[in-house]
């Protein structure tokens, strides 16, 4: 069965659905960051049709110091580069689950470790993945890995923005306030497509950040600027693209690339121009995108991967990107695991 027709069908109706976890942006994934990956995707099917994918690649991961131990890790598609993962299960979720889980045991042969980075706790297969993965003569290992605030969209803008941190209405208000004292004029746009030259604008954008602050940027690696490049094209076709600019005299100076997918707006990527830091206007843009989010029917905004603060100030629900490991009892494994607690304990102090 070709898988490309059916991928999206049941990534809807899955319970896991994610912009990230589209056929596009996988495939593309594979196209520009997996070429060292060996794809081990598992298909389900009941009759003729599709009710489960598994949707995972095996490469190979440097787990000690300068390569040398490397292990076979199973991943899922995208790892690396993706904020939200997960198994894409229709209905008979435990038994399309344990079929899965089984086939990737009967196969151990293949890879030495699984790793199955940024599930969410609130994940449909979260708490069945934690029970069939659990196996006597494997190493089992479940950890946080970043929280994912995100808000439910209900009702109008006006009365949620009221019922906000006096603090941060203040602080907005403060902002807006010397901006107009400085003669600083914010132009407020949304785009739904993004052309080769805006992302280059983009691109220097970022650069000129990085050249003052050393804040890295996927713009500035050329493996992930192609991949992005490729995914803009496919994503304008779809609309997929919500991209917020304040500009000043016509010059960018601040932006928010979000995804438009289904219900759900993705606030992926933002910048400023470090001439303007004093200004918060990452903060100041995101009063606007969030009216828009309530005027344009999205039922939920989703901040993605990372609790920093800011976003906490706008909501507080936060689900949690997990990480399920799957290590074999080896010379390899248990090496890689007390070079990973080394270094760990070297981090803290």
């Known amino acids: 069965m070709a898988l490309k027709p059916v991928f999206n069908e049941v990534l809807q109706s899955s319970g896991s659905d994610h912009v990230q976890c589209t056929f596009e942006w996988l495939s593309l994934w594979l196209k520009h960051l997996g070429s060292e990956h060996q794809l081990l995707t598992l298909l389900a099917l009941k009759g003729d049709r599709a009710i489960g994918i598994a949707p995972l690649a095996v490469h190979r991961r440097s787990a000690v110091y300068r390569g040398a131990v490397s292990l076979r890790t199973l991943s899922f598609v995208g790892h690396g580069f993706t904020d939200s993962s997960d198994f894409l299960v229709v209905e008979e979720r435990e038994q399309v689950l344990n079929a899965f889980i089984d086939y990737m045991f009967q196969n151990s042969e293949l890879w030495d470790e699984m790793c199955l980075a940024h599930l969410s706790d609130q994940s449909p297969n979260f708490e069945l993945l934690r029970q069939v993965l659990d196996r006597e003569e494997y190493e089992l290992q479940v950890e946080a890995l970043i929280g994912c605030p995100y808000l439910r969209v209900e009702g109008e803008f006006e009365p949620y923005y009221i019922a906000l941190g006096k603090n941060l209405k203040h602080d907005v208000a403060k902002k807006m306030r010397r901006l107009g004292e400085a003669g600083i004029e914010l132009d407020f746009d949304v785009l739904t497509q993004i052309d080769d030259n805006l992302l280059e604008e983009l691109r220097d954008f970022n650069r000129k950040r990085f050249e003052a602050t050393q804040h890295r940027s996927f713009f500035l690696d050329e493996r992930r600027y192609g991949f992005v490049r490729e995914v803009a094209g496919v994503f304008n076709q779809n609309g997929w693209w919500r991209l917020f600019l304040f500009r000043n005299k016509g010059a960018l100076i601040a932006y928010r690339l979000c995804f438009a997918y289904g219900n759900v707006l993705y606030d992926w990527n933002t910048s400023y121009d470090v001439d303007y830091f004093k200004y918060s206007l990452g903060k100041i843009l995101l009063k606007p995108v969030l009216e828009y989010c309530f005027e344009h029917g999205f039922k939920l905004f989703d901040f993605m991967a990372g609790d920093e603060d800011y976003k906490l100030k706008w909501t507080r629900t936060t689900r949690t990107n997990c990480q399920i490991s799957v290590q074999k009892r080896?010379?390899?494994?248990?090496?890689?695991?007390?070079?990973?607690?080394?270094?760990?304990?070297?981090?803290?102090?």
């Not at 080896?330 to 102090?349: D, E, F, G, I, N």
């Open 330 to 349: 080896s010379l390899k494994t248990r090496l890689a695991r007390v070079y990973s607690r080394a270094r760990k304990k070297l981090k803290k102090r």
